[in-house]
């Protein structure tokens, strides 16, 4: 099994900077992409941002340019950078870390935007 632990969250104006990490702890080995999505409510959830363990990164059309995606795998940690943040960027944010062929989510990090 792999845990994977979410911090970071906040609230923040709009323009403001948040940065999140995200923790996996466990059967660590072999963990192949590390990501993040987001879901704002009454919405589905969506993609935010992934890195692969040799640090190829994909975005979301809307964060590109605001949100970095990092990854340190010798800590099996992943961080997301997020500057510009905007309102419609107020979300709970998910990191997921992908093994074989299993998902492991965290619970979950509040992020709010104030206009």
């Known amino acids: 099994q792999v845990q994977v632990v979410e911090s970071g969250g906040g609230l923040v104006q709009a323009g403001g900077s948040l940065r999140l990490s995200c923790a996996a702890s466990g059967r660590v080995s072999a963990i192949s992409a590390m990501g993040w999505y987001r879901q704002a409510p009454e919405k589905q959830r969506e993609l935010v941002a992934t890195v692969t363990r040799g640090r190829s990164t994909n975005y979301t059309d809307s964060v590109k340019g605001r949100f970095t995606i990092s990854r340190d795998n010798a800590k099996n940690t992943v961080y997301l950078q997020m500057n510009s943040l905007k309102p419609e960027d107020t979300a709970v944010y998910y990191c997921?870390?992908?093994?074989?062929?299993?998902?492991?989510w965290g619970q979950g990090t509040q992020v709010n935007v104030s206009s």
């Open positions: 997921v870390a992908s093994r074989f062929e299993h998902d492991y």
